[in-house]
């Protein structure tokens, strides 16, 4: 499978613990996305990377959050002292800049991981 | 307020009918808007995109529309199948910018 993957798919853990998730990106792909999706909402932009560069962060991502990408491949999203308003989807997607000739770039999404902070 | 308001909120058909999802934005001029098929627990995949030029876009038993002056696009489903139960995101992506603004998503169920 060359698709975005992401681990682990679900993740239950008491409020107050860290939690870390990880996403690989399609191999080729220099951009990487991490989006955060409540239930029956579309996805809300977290961070964005290029490369292992990390080039915008949403104010949605608190000092609770962070984001690398050490090797401009795979990414981690770590949460520290999860609360209880965390519990989501964490949506990864990656991309390569678009071609010349359509100029539009398409980002491949992975299944995500879901965390219940109880 | 979201820049891409979607309706209805959920919907349910029957096996082979059609339906008809709609997509209303604010963002103007856009690089291209999108329409996604998310199953339950699973990401988003592209169905349709299309520039702030086109009109219409195909997918198979997917059809995308476009009307730039009212700022509304549809999606419509031929023919409904058991495995169309999805969510269906419409998706605006600025000019410029990398950044895409997600409606909240129709939930279609369409049962046999």
């Known amino acids: 499978d060359t698709g975005v993957s992401q681990n682990p798919r679900h993740k239950i853990t008491k409020r107050g613990q860290n939690v870390t998730f990880r996403c690989d990106p399609i191999s080729e792909h220099n951009r990487l996305y991490w989006y955060r999706q409540t239930l029956g909402q579309g996805p809300e932009f977290l961070t964005y990377f290029q490369n292992e560069a990390q080039l915008e962060k949403s104010r949605l991502l608190s000092d609770r959050f962070s984001a690398e990408r050490p090797k401009g491949s795979f990414s981690t999203l770590e949460i520290q002292r999860t609360e209880q308003g965390d519990s989501a989807m964490y949506l990864c997607a990656s991309s390569s800049p678009p071609p010349a000739t359509s100029g539009q770039e398409t980002q491949y999404f992975g299944p995500g991981t879901r965390l219940l902070v109880l | 307020k979201n820049q891409v308001e979607q309706s209805p909120q959920s919907l349910i058909i029957l096996e082979g009918k059609n339906c008809t999802l709609q997509?209303?934005?604010?963002?103007?001029?856009?690089?291209?808007l999108r329409w996604y098929k998310q199953d339950t627990g699973r990401g988003p995949v592209s169905l349709t995109i299309m520039t702030f030029s086109e009109n219409t876009k195909s997918n198979g038993r997917y059809t995308a529309t476009l009307d730039a002056d009212t700022k509304q696009s549809s999606l419509h489903i031929t023919a409904s199948q058991l495995s169309d139960s999805a969510s269906y995101i419409c998706v605006v992506r600025l000019p410029n910018d990398y950044k895409l603004s997600f409606g909240a998503g129709t939930t279609v169920t369409v049962r046999a």
């Open positions: 997509c209303n934005y604010t963002v103007s001029p856009f690089s291209n």
